[in-house]
T-cell receptor, first 113, second 114 residues
Framework: GENVEQHPSTLSVQEGDSAVIKCTYS??????FPWYKQELGKRPQLIID?????GEKKDQRIAVTLNKTAKHFSLHITETQPEDSAVYFC????????????FGTGTSLTVIP | EPEVTQTPSHQVTQMGQEVILRCVPI?????FYWYRQILGQKVEFLVS????????KSEIFDDQFSVERPDGSNFTLKIRSTKLEDSAMYFC????????????FGQGTRLTVV
């Protein structure tokens, strides 16, 4: 099965700085990579995603890059704000009837005001 | 905005008892999932359900677990004989008719087995 690794496990940045979270996956058939933000005690929420036919996608302060050859993808948050503090999970899935998601181990991001 | 809803929000049960966790997926979604998250750990896949049958399941989803879509709106997870290690947050999720697409999560049911 798919194995998704995520680094770092914790990340602290000053407000206004950028944050980068990296994930690797093992199954070259994976073709869809969503990112989820989970605030304490709340549900994971989809914040951005990327498909394998795209190398980069941006949505305001959030961007995701994908390197299919190296089997890694990254989340970039620019101009971080205190409300960005949360646990971020990457995930990988492949198109099939199950479309199940394999999650990374999470990165706890703290933005220091 | 459409949401996945789960009931109850918190369930306490005695070891060995059966529990049923309930979910109402987003109405135009056709893929349904159950995930669990032990406190402080990552989200773990349990099972996916499509076209009224299980499409994939993980090694966690053993014979003690079952899922059902009893009608056009509900999606349930049953644990037949709960164990202490079943204590976790259980998330239901659904995604749209086309794949791949992101899964939208419910608010979770916190299951505590005592």
């Amino acid at each position: 099965g798919e194995n998704v690794e995520q680094h770092p496990s914790t990340l602290s940045v000053q407000e206004g700085d950028s944050a980068v979270i990296k994930c690797t996956y093992s199954d070259s058939a994976s073709n869809y990579f969503p990112w989820y933000k989970q605030e304490l005690g709340k549900r994971p929420q989809l914040i951005i995603d990327i498909r394998s036919n795209v190398g980069e996608k941006k949505d305001q302060r959030i961007a995701v890059t994908l390197n299919k050859t190296a089997k890694h993808f990254s989340l970039h948050i620019t101009e971080t704000q205190p409300e960005d503090s949360a646990v971020y999970f990457c995930a990988a899935s492949k198109t099939n009837t199950g479309n199940q998601f394999y999650f990374g181990t999470g990165t706890s991001l703290t933005v220091i005001p | 905005e459409p949401e996945v809803t789960q009931t109850p929000s918190h369930q306490v049960t005695q070891m060995g008892q059966e529990v049923i966790l309930r979910c109402v997926p987003i109405s135009n979604h056709l893929y349904f999932y159950w995930y669990r998250q032990i406190l402080g750990q990552k989200v773990e896949f349990l099972v996916s359900f499509y076209n009224n049958e299980i499409s994939e399941k993980s090694e966690i989803f053993d014979d003690q677990f079952s899922v059902e879509r009893p009608d056009g709106s509900n999606f349930t997870l049953k644990i037949r004989s709960t164990k202490l290690e079943d204590s976790a947050m259980y998330f239901c999720a659904s995604s749209e008719w086309w794949a791949p697409s992101g899964a939208f999560f419910g608010q979770g049911t916190r299951l505590t087995v005592v």
